[in-house]
């Protein structure tokens, strides 16, 4: 549980915990269960962890969301909507954080970044070759998250050529992409 900052409830574990390791949920004025990864959204919402237990537990029990949002609401799809809702966050992370400066990419300036410890998280494209990943997760223990693009997809999001990997920095910049990678291997 988190030191600081409001705590919430899990509306499937019940679980407390703070609003950084959980998700909420909104119901749009047409009933259906709308993500809100920035808490932002008016009306009442309802906090889940970003689990596939969690998620499924809603999914099969649509009375538990029921309850928090205090309205009749469909869970179905609720796991993949917020997955996807995840991956558009991860996508659009990844632009931002390149753009402010926040990702090293190119095989020798990460392998650098990775030997002088300031890379805090690798990520890798899902064609890159083993070998590439296993000589940089050799230089440093860092999170590894492998991403479900291509290395050409993965150049063009952050604006370059093709990448098998990229390191990401401990700078606000990435904050974002951190906070949503966290949340998108906590659903596996």
Same mark, same amino acid.
């Given at each position: 549980?988190?030191?600081?900052?409001?705590?919430?409830?899990?509306?499937?574990?019940?679980?407390?915990?703070g609003r950084g390791e959980l998700i909420r949920l909104v119901c749009a004025p047409s009933g259906a269960v709308v993500v809100d990864l920035r808490?932002?959204?008016?009306?009442? #919402?309802?906090? @889940?962890?970003?689990?596939?237990?969690c998620l499924e537990r809603l999914e099969?029990?649509?009375? =538990? !969301?029921?309850r928090a949002l205090r309205t009749p609401v469909s869970a179905e799809g609720l796991e993949r909507a917020v997955r996807d809702a995840i991956w558009a966050a991860v996508l659009d992370g990844l632009s931002l954080a390149a753009a402010a400066g926040g990702l090293i990419g190119g095989h020798d300036a990460l392998r650098d970044?990775?030997?002088? #410890?300031?890379? @805090?998280?690798?990520?890798?494209a899902s064609d890159a070759s083993e070998?590439?990943?296993?000589? =940089? !997760?050799?230089?440093?223990?860092?999170?590894?998250?492998?991403?479900?693009?291509?290395?050409a997809s993965l150049g063009n999001r952050v604006g370059g050529?093709?990448?098998?990997?990229?390191?990401?920095?401990?700078?606000q910049a990435?904050?974002?992409?951190r906070r949503q990678l966290q949340r998108l291997r906590q659903l596996g």
């Open positions: 549980m988190s030191g600081r900052g409001p705590i919430r409830q899990c509306a499937a574990c019940r679980e407390r915990a808490a932002r959204l008016p009306g009442r #919402g309802a906090w @889940v962890h970003p689990r596939h237990s099969s029990k649509p009375g =538990l !969301l029921a970044a990775l030997r002088s #410890g300031t890379v @805090v998280e690798l990520i890798s070998r590439t990943l296993r000589s =940089l !997760l050799e230089l440093g223990g860092t999170t590894h998250t492998p991403l479900p693009i291509d290395r050529g093709t990448r098998a990997a990229l390191g990401i920095l401990d700078v990435s904050t974002h992409l």
